[in-house]
């Protein structure tokens, strides 16, 4: 058996995955300066991937750098998620449109899978694995739309969402509907294109009540 070693590439992604996930869960706070070197050895990599994950992440506004002063985590801004709410919605509707009439019973099977682990983890008050059931019921649409634009703008600008919505639901407030998502399913069971595309406009204009709420 041939071992190939890990590409830089695969280095810098696991290392951009591993800091965006602790953002948005809030395990590295707003304002915190983060050092490539620390999260280097919390990696048990070496700096240049880091370096290039906080790139990245200064591109994508979960970090902000002062060249040759400071890289740190930005603040929550509702200007920021309002925006990006915006752009990812948009381009939720545009992957209903396409995917609804490719969509198969295996697709619609994994929506309402999807459903009853947000329903669950909502009971429970799991918001980690209810965003992340949701991310997988939504994530089924877009992979159908095939369009990869599409997709490469929601995985960019939804940990800006993310960000505050976990905030909100850990200050008490509601993970956005099962009821919508069922609508949403039927929809797309029945091949109702206009109907799918209504719900996901409803699903994303729910978040303007987070971002108002700051």
């Not at 190939?4 to 696991?14: G, I, K």
């Not at 509702?78 to 009439?101: F, K, S, T």
């Not at 600008?157 to 407030?173: A, K, M, V």
Request: a neutral charge.
């Amino acid at each position: 058996m041939t071992i190939r070693p890990v590409s830089r590439t695969l280095l810098r992604d696991q290392a951009y995955a591993s800091i965006r996930d602790a953002i948005v869960a809030g395990e590295i706070e707003p304002g915190a300066v983060v050092r490539d070197a620390e999260f280097a050895e919390r990696l048990g990599l070496s700096r240049a991937p880091v370096r290039d994950a906080f790139a990245r992440l200064v591109d994508e506004g979960l970090l902000e750098s002062k060249p040759q002063s400071y890289t740190r985590v930005t603040a929550v801004v509702a200007a920021d998620v309002r925006d990006a709410a915006a752009v990812v919605g948009a381009m939720h509707e545009l992957a209903v449109r396409v995917a609804v009439p490719r969509l198969r019973g295996a697709d619609v099977n994994a929506m309402r899978s999807a459903n009853a682990r947000f329903s669950h983890a909502v009971r429970a008050g799991d918001v980690d694995a209810a965003l992340r059931a949701d991310d997988e019921l939504h994530d089924v649409l877009v992979r159908v739309s095939g369009n990869r634009a599409a997709a490469a703008t929601v995985a960019r600008y939804t940990p800006l969402i993310r960000r505050l919505e976990r905030r909100r639901f850990g200050e008490g407030g509601n993970c956005r509907s099962a009821g919508l998502h069922e609508r949403l399913i039927e929809a797309c069971a029945d091949g109702d294109v206009d109907e799918a595309v209504r719900v996901t406009s409803e699903i994303w204009r729910g978040l303007e009540g987070l971002v108002d709420l700051d």
